[in-house]
């Protein structure tokens, strides 16, 4: 099998493939679906923040569904913040 992802070690490539193939068809369509939700989370906050750097995106984008909490412990980021 050739190398689908240029950025990711075979090894874990493997595996990730081997891990997808066991999922059952309603798994699959699960991921696809939950892939699908962040790409619009993604693309909202993206319309919203235009202009932000790549990391305040990002953090704005686990504030979607991370608790504030959690946001300000873990990454040093307070959700409320301007």
């Known amino acids: 099998m050739s190398a689908q992802f240029s950025d ?3 090894e ?3 595996r990730l ?4 193939r066991a999922m059952a068809p309603e798994q699959r369509l699960a991921r696809v679906f939950a892939l ?6 993604l693309a909202a906050v993206r319309m919203k923040e ?3 750097p790549d990391r305040e995106i990002r953090l ?4 979607t569904w991370l608790p504030a909490d959690v946001m300000r412990r873990v990454f040093g ?3 409320g913040s301007p």
Do not use: F, M, Y
Request: a neutral charge; hydrophobic letters at 40%.
């Open 8 to 10: 990711t070690h075979p």
């Open 12 to 14: 874990v490539e493997r």
């Open 17 to 20: 493939i081997d891990g997808l």
């Open 36 to 41: 699908r939700q962040a790409a619009l989370s």
């Open 50 to 52: 235009q202009g932000l």
């Open 60 to 63: 704005r984008l686990a504030a």
């Open 77 to 79: 980021w307070d959700p």
